[in-house]
């Protein structure tokens, strides 16, 4: 029993020390091997597979990602060519390209072999030379950024420009004295300082506001446009009607002149129209009437007095042709 224990602590140690003296390297991935905190010849490791070294604390083992990294800067206020105040906010890809250099220009003070500190301090690097190639706005005017022009923004322009200067930076600043290489550098947002910002919502405003005032007077003049030659029409239809009327009044007059001389001149016949026009519109058209033989209305359906009267309507009226004679089925027409 005792001499199994002795075997599994001996096995349990060998896994130990194999596993302190390996360690794995991905395609994507770069290794630095230090020897008493020193890079050796052979310290730089980039093939993939499993790597051998001598257990800590003899060699150690930093693993670098080789894939490349964004870095989003704080937006910086510049100034323009034509002295307008905006805030550029930069992005740029970097990757490592020498991780012997890169080890050796990020791997000290405080965090030691801690590949997260090193890409900290990269970045906090790269950082500042942005800021610094950020001047190249100064080169450009509002207009040549936001421009609707055929010519289109310069922003791509401007882009490639910080990229030159990045690239351009020289002593221990510079991309190769740091082991990193730089992708893409560009611009992903550009806004107008608070103070510039409300004043242009100001001037947005005082806009809209004269654009609503013009549409309102606009409105109000072609509502007064309409509203006269509305005036106008029925002033022009009322006049006409006017007229119109006093045309038929004048004819209806000239007519009922011609029946009030006939009617002076026969009046029997007035009676009997006056009788006429009693029964079919004072009683309505259904009626019921109890009369004596010898009442006035009664002898409106004696067929003798009608053709008395007719008789003696035609021998006193001249112009008999324009009077429509009484016929015998008048009396029927009251009847209803």
Known sequence: MRSLLIGVAILILIGFILKSMTFTVSFTESAIRTTFGRVSESGVVTEPGLKFKLPAPLQDVTIYDR???????????????????????????????DPEVFYRRFARGAGGREPREHYKRAEETLTDQLRVALAAVSNYSMDDLFSQGEAGSKIEQLERDIASQLQATSGEASLISNGIEVGVVGIHRVRLPANVTSKVIERMND????????????????????????????????????????????????????????LADNPELAEFMAHIEHLTSGFGRRMTLLL???SVPARLFDDQYIESQTNRTLQNTPQVDAIPAASPAVPAENDQ
């Open 67 to 97: 894939r490349a990294r964004v870095l989003e800067a704080p937006g910086q206020q510049l100034a323009t060519s034509d002295g307008r105040q905006i805030i550029v906010h930069p992005f740029m890809t970097w990757s490592i390209s």
């Open 207 to 262: 806009v809209r506001g004269r654009i609503a005032a013009e549409a309102r007077n606009e409105g109000q003049a072609e509502a007064e446009r309409i509203r006269s030659e509305a005036a106008n029409a029925a002033e022009r239809i009322r006049a006409f009607s006017e007229v119109r009327a006093s045309q038929i009044r004048a004819e209806g007059e000239k007519e009922a002149a011609r029946w009030i001389a006939v």
């Open 292 to 294: 004596t033989p010898n």
